[in-house]
């Protein structure tokens, strides 16, 4: 079975800090995918990276980086001078690979509850 | 990118009525759709993958016969919530599924927010 784990449930943050949201994750496949998503506070669920499990290359978008480490089943985000409107719910998920019963399905964590402070 | 609306966006109604939840892929064609269910401060849990041309599939300890869901076209899904009860009250979600194999990506409409009272 999946498994994703957010162990961080609120971080709280003033602007122009960095912060890392933590993501580890469980699986017996060896080919799956993994997501960032954020959900301000409107509910809508905001796409901001995939990784799939045959490419660890760290990637870097703006203020926004993520460091894949397949060794320690981790998948972090950070944010790097934080924002006021980087406040929201972040969501780590992961998807089994093609070919599995699960394909396709998100197994989400729980969510981290970002507060950036002006 | 891929953009996913849903309708309505809100909806109160009274108990034991049935409510319908649109799902549609506005820029591209998704074959497979999802439903999500979200309460407060908490996580999403996955309802029912929806196929396009044939019956849904749903998550063990979800009612079919409570959440109807319809596939009818390549851009549009359907969950009717039948004979709603208050604790059928929720935040639903849909995604859509788009992309090649190795690059799929789900996108999720805004959500719709039903209160039964």
């Known amino acids: 079975a999946q498994k994703v784990t957010q162990a961080q449930t609120e971080i709280s943050v003033v602007e122009k800090e960095d912060v890392t949201l933590d993501c580890v994750y469980e699986t017996r496949d060896t080919t799956y995918y993994l997501f960032w998503y954020k959900q301000p506070p409107s509910g809508e669920l905001v796409f901001l990276i995939r990784?799939?499990?045959?490419?660890?290359q760290n990637e870097i978008s703006g203020r926004y980086s993520w460091n894949f480490q397949k060794s320690t089943s981790s998948f972090n985000f950070t944010i790097t001078a934080s924002q006021v409107v980087d406040s929201a719910v972040y969501f780590c998920?992961?998807?089994?690979?093609?070919?599995?019963?699960?394909?396709?399905?998100?197994?989400f964590g729980q969510g981290t509850i970002l507060t950036v402070h002006p | 990118g891929a953009v996913v609306s849903q309708h309505p966006s809100r909806v109160i109604c009274k108990s034991g009525t049935s409510v319908k939840i649109e799902c549609r892929s506005l820029?591209?064609?998704?074959?497979?759709m999802f439903w999500y269910r979200q309460f407060p401060k908490q996580s999403l849990m996955l309802m029912a993958t929806s196929n396009e041309g044939s019956k849904a599939t749903y998550e063990q300890g979800v009612e079919k016969d409570k959440f109807l869901i319809n596939h009818a076209s390549l851009t549009l899904s359907t969950l009717t919530v039948t004979s709603a009860h208050p604790e059928d009250s929720s935040f639903y979600i849909c995604?859509?599924?788009?992309?090649?194999?190795?690059?799929?990506?789900?996108?999720f409409g805004p959500g719709t927010r039903l209160l039964v009272l």
């Open positions: 990784r799939n499990s045959f490419d660890e």
């Open positions: 995604s859509a599924r788009s992309g090649t194999r190795y690059s799929e990506t789900q996108y």
């Open positions: 820029d591209f064609q998704a074959t497979t």
């Open positions: 998920a992961l998807s089994e690979g093609a070919g599995g019963t699960s394909y396709g399905k998100l197994t």
